[in-house]
């Protein structure tokens, strides 16, 4: 069973920029097109940004310009870097392929406010 962990959530403030990680405890990583979703407050979970194992990239309209998504496949990761960070942003961030495969890790939390 392949164990997802992601790290790097934290409180900042609106224009900040975070950086989100996400490690799988499975070497076969890079079969699998990867992605972030996003679960605001009172929301379903929702799809952020996907990189396929050749690294081409896809982004939901709302993060497009501010937030990229890189993978390390020798390392096993997947990270988020997340511009201009807004307070529609704040969530918790999950990683997990795309069309999700895995069982959901436990998250990291976002928060953008002032």
């Known amino acids: 069973q392949v164990q997802l962990v992601e790290s790097g959530g934290d409180l900042v403030q609106p224009g900040g920029t975070l950086r989100l990680s996400c490690t799988s405890s499975?070497?076969?990583?890079?079969?699998?097109?990867m992605a972030w979703y996003r679960q605001a407050p009172g929301k379903q979970r929702e799809l952020d940004a996907s990189?396929?194992?050749?690294?081409?990239?896809k982004y939901g309209d709302s993060v497009k310009g501010r937030f990229r998504i890189s993978r390390d496949n020798a390392k096993n990761t997947v990270s988020l870097l997340m511009n201009s960070l807004q307070p529609e942003d704040t969530g918790l961030y999950f990683c997990?392929?795309?069309?999700?495969?895995?069982?959901w890790g436990q998250g990291t939390q976002v928060t953008v406010s002032s």
């Open positions: 997990n392929s795309y069309p999700p495969t895995f069982e």
């Open positions: 499975k070497n076969n990583f890079i079969y699998y097109k």
């Open positions: 990189i396929s194992s050749g690294g081409v990239t």
